[in-house]
């Protein structure tokens, strides 16, 4: 009987879309709509937000397209988000794909929103992604003093598990954000079993916290649904994936969006303001 309610029982909360708009990897040679300048990630995250994304996850490119660290293109694109998107959450990657040891972490004095935050390791595709414990202790502290909040991203059980002890030893600025990542390759895979068991540990171990999910290339739009129905909130963008389906490259950040927005009304879950967002995450309000 109660997989009756299972399509109800989140009707009506507001569902947080994130949209990652660039990251390290895919090339205008790969999709043309992915925006590399400063000047078009603004313009493609205004065009997000319209669609309904409160988060902008961000990465910054050099003018060759390859991945960056420069603390000034972050502080030019969180000027440009702050003025043409107001109130939308700005959150920086410390990912590892775009500087190595600390470099990850020098726009973190730029006092983001928020900042994905790994606590862990895992294989990526073609490489180890390397997350020592002395570095993720650096890379909190420095988002605890510059008051981040985190967003965990959750490549494996065990990262959920670490950010669970690291949130209630304090090491974690604000409230505890989880986000579950699946689909990368040599990683953890698409699976719906593990996914509902994630969601079980958060549940379980942090009711108060909120969760997001992530899938990587076709699995998108399959990890968007299971996180929408299931409760949680959920991430888009061309970072993730460039694709609408096998022949059709994405148009645009906003055509993603729009297709998890889609899924929201389908669950009957009111895609989040960037207000209601922040009030949900407890993130300061822009004034
Ligand atoms: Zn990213």
Redesign the pocket.
Known sequence: MRQCFSMSDHTGKPCILCC?IT??LPRKSDNPAVPISVAEQIESSHAAVEAGASII?A?VRNDDESPSSDPDKFAALKEGLERHCPGVIVQF?T?GRSGTGRERGAMLPLRPDMA?LSVGSNNFPTRVYGNAPDLVAWLAAEMQKYEITPEVEAFDLSHILQALVMHQNGALHGKLYVQFVMGVKNAMPVDKEVFDFYVQIMRNRAPQAHWCAAGIGAAQIVVNEWAIAAGGHTRTGL?DNIRLNKTTLAPSNATLVARAAELCAKYDRPVATPRQARALLGLRSHD
Do not use: L, M
């Open positions: 990652a990251g390290s996850h990465h990657s990912g994905s970072e």
